[in-house]
C-alpha cells in the first residue's frame, strides 16, 4: 500500500505500484545524474534492522545514528552519496525506527538539498526485501546505488568509491557493480566474495558470480563485498521472483547471482586510504569511533594529550 508521495509500507506490495511511483518521479526529478550512457539520482540505504549485536544501546538508540566523530554514521553515508551526485535517498526502516528516522533526516538534507524519503520494511524478512521496498520510489529503468546503513566508508575525498563505482557502470546500464575490499583468507567466510573474469587488480574488473560466505577453501577470489552497489533497475523484477531461503529471508546475494547470469559485472576495489567500517558490531564500532575522532583537524590538543597520558582527565585549552 503507497499511502503518500514518501511513505511506502510493504515490500510485498512493492510490484503493484513501481509503476505509478515511477511516473511520478519522472515528473518530480526531471534533473537525472548522466554519465555515459546512464542516468542515475537515487540510492537506497537499509537502515531497518534491530542492531542485535550492540544491545541494550540499540534499544534506545538506532545504530545508524551512532557518532561518529561530530556526525552519526547515517550522515556520513548521506553526505558521501550527495558528494557522488545522488539528489534522492530511500531511507529502508521499520516501524520502530520509523519516527525517529524521520526526526533525524527529516524531508531534506539542510546542507547538500538531498531528498530524503522512506520506506517501511514491516517484518525482518533479509536485505533484498528491504532493497525491494524501495522500488516504488525509483524511476522506471533507472540503475540505483545501494549503501548500507551500517557500512560507513572512511575516504580522503567524500564521494570518491561511490563516484568510482558510478564510472565503471556508466558505459551500459545493465551493469551489475559492487565495491569490494581484500581480505585474508581467514575473513572471506564472513563476506559475499566476488568471482573475478580477469585478473584482479586495483583498477575496476570484472566478475562473473558472487559467493556468499564461502570456505577459504572454496572462496572464488579474496574481495569481498564492501557496502556498496550500483544495480540495474532489472534487479527489481528479480528481487520479486527470489526465493526466500531456509530462514524465510530474501537475499540479496541470490538475486546478484541471477542478474550476472544475464548481465555484465564489475568490482571496483577500496584504494589505499579507503576503508570501510562496520557500525554494527561493538568492536568494529568503537574502532570505527575512534579513527574518525582522531582525524578531527579541531581536537589536535586532545589527541596529543590523550595519547600521552589518556588517565588524566583534561580540559581542552580555549
Known amino acids: 500500500m503507497l499511502l503518500s508521495k514518501d511513505r511506502f509500507v ?26 555515459g550512457n546512464m542516468k542515475l539520482h537515487t540510492a537506497i540505504v537499509p537502515a531497518a534492522g534491530r542492531g542485535t549485536r550492540m544491545r541494550p544501546l ?38 520502530e525506527k520509523e519516527a525517529i528516522l524521520r526526526g533525524a533526516f527529516g524531508d531534506r538534507d539542510p ?31 533507472e540503475p540505483v546505488i545501494i549503501a548500507l546503513g551500517d557500512a560507513v566508508i572512511g575516504e580522503p575525498e567524500p564521494g570518491g568509491l561511490t563516484r ?13 557493480g559492487l565495491c569490494v575490499q581484500a581480505v585474508p583468507p581467514e575473513q572471506v567466510s564472513r563476506y559475499g566474495v566476488v568471482k573475478p573474469a580477469t585478473e584482479a587488480t586495483d583498477a575496476p574488473f570484472a566478475i562473473t558470480d558472487i559467493i556468499e560466505k564461502p570456505t577459504p577453501e572454496l572462496a572464488p577470489s579474496r574481495f569481498a563485498a564492501s557496502g556498496r552497489y550500483l544495480l540495474p533497475y532489472a534487479a527489481f523484477d528479480v528481487l520479486m521472483q527470489t526465493a526466500p531461503d531456509a530462514k524465510g529471508e530474501i537475499q540479496l546475494t541470490d538475486a546478484l547471482r541471477e542478474l550476472l547470469l544475464t548481465h555484465p559485472g564489475v568490482a571496483v576495489p577500496l584504494l589505499t586510504g579507503e576503508t570501510r567500517h562496520d557500525i554494527g558490531g561493538w568492536d568494529s564500532y568503537y574502532r570505527a569511533f575512534l579513527t574518525f575522532a582522531l582525524s578531527d583537524p579541531d ?14 582527565n583534561k580540559e581542552p585549552a580555549a
Open 10 to 35: 510493504d515490500g510485498n506490495d512493492a510490484g503493484r505500484t513501481r509503476r505509478h511511483r515511477g511516473l511520478l518521479d519522472g515528473v518530480l526529478f526531471c534533473a537525472t545524474f548522466r554519465k
Open 299 to 312: 581536537a589536535a590538543n586532545l589527541r596529543r594529550d590523550f595519547l600521552q597520558n589518556p588517565t588524566v
Open 164 to 176: 568510482r563505482l558510478i564510472d565503471a557502470c556508466a558505459s551500459d546500464p545493465r551493469t551489475v
Open 111 to 141: 546542507d547538500t538539498g538531498t531528498l530524503f524519503v522512506y520506506a517501511v520494511q514491516q517484518t525482518m524478512r533479509g536485505l533484498g526485501d528491504a532493497v525491494r521496498c524501495a522500488a516504488p520510489f525509483v524511476l522506471i529503468g
Open 58 to 95: 540499540t534499544s534506545a538508540v538506532p545504530k545508524e545514528l551512532l557518532p561518529l566523530g561530530r556526525k552519526a554514521g547515517l550522515q556520513h553515508i548521506a553526505h558521501e552519496l550527495a558528494a557522488a551526485g545522488i539528489q534522492k535517498i530511500v531511507l529502508i526502516t521499520s516501524p
